[in-house]
């Protein structure tokens, strides 16, 4: 199984590790290590997360790193929407 992140995913990532290397950059890559280990675990197994609020989309807490991963359960496995802090408002 697969992981395809779409842009406005890759965008998240981006900011999210901007806004957290300006604290601590070795944290930063852990969370953005975290991130990709776990979307790669959930293509293997895409209908773990909760059905989300957009149709057709499901959602997956990170619960250690508190982030979201708003993704489609695809054949492939699956493909990252976006990416959000579960502090933040999508």
Known sequence: MSVRWSNPSLEDLDRI???????D???????????HERAEW??????LGRIGEAPGTREYLIRDIQYV????????GIRVIRVWSSRERA
Do not use: M
Request: proline fraction near 3%.
């Open 25 to 35: 950059a070795a944290r930063a890559d852990q969370i953005e290590a975290k991130i």
């Open 17 to 23: 590790w901007h806004f957290n290397a300006d604290r």
């Open 42 to 47: 959930l293509s293997a197994k895409p209908y």
């Open 69 to 76: 991963l708003i993704y489609t359960a695809e054949d492939y």
